[in-house]
C-alpha cells in the first residue's frame, strides 16, 4: 500500500473510532463498523429505540469539505448494502416489526467536534 494511501486509510479508521463515540455518547448501540457487502460498504450501521441508522464517516480539514464529499452515488451504494444487510439479519435482530431506516452523516475536522447530520439522505423507497 502506498504511503499515502496507508495515511489516508489511518485518518480513516481514526475518524471512524471519534464518529463511534460521538455516536455512543448520544445513545446509539453500534451494531458494526465497516460492514462490507458484495453491494457495497457502510462505515457505521447503529441502532437507537427502534431506527436502524447508516453511518457514512467523513474526514476533512474543514468541516465545509466534508459535508460535500458524499456524491449521491456513494449513497445510493450505502443504501443498497443496507438493503442488503437488513435482508440477512433482519430476523435476528430485531422483532416483528421492521426497523425505521435512516442514513446519517457524520464529519470529522482537526480541532472540532464531530458534527452528526441526521437524516442526512433519503432513498426512494427505503423508508
Known amino acids: ?48 429505540g427502534t431506527v436502524l441508522v447508516a453511518v457514512e464517516v467523513k474526514t476533512r480539514p474543514h468541516i465545509a469539505d466534508a459535508m460535500e464529499a458524499i456524491p449521491p452515488r456513494q449513497w445510493q451504494r450505502i443504501a443498497k448494502a443496507l438493503e442488503w444487510w437488513l435482508a440477512g439479519h433482519q430476523q435476528k435482530s430485531f422483532s416483528n416489526k421492521p426497523p425505521d431506516l435512516r442514513f446519517d452523516a457524520v464529519f470529522i475536522s482537526p480541532g472540532s467536534w464531530p458534527r452528526h447530520i441526521r437524516d442526512a439522505w433519503r432513498p426512494g423507497g427505503l423508508k
Open 1 to 48: 500500500m502506498p504511503a499515502e494511501r496507508a495515511r489516508n486509510y489511518q485518518k480513516g479508521l481514526k475518524a471512524e473510532r471519534r464518529a463511534v463515540w460521538w455516536l455512543r455518547l448520544k445513545g446509539y448501540r453500534i451494531l458494526g463498523s465497516r460492514v462490507k457487502t458484495p453491494v457495497g460498504e457502510i462505515d457505521l450501521l447503529a441502532k437507537r
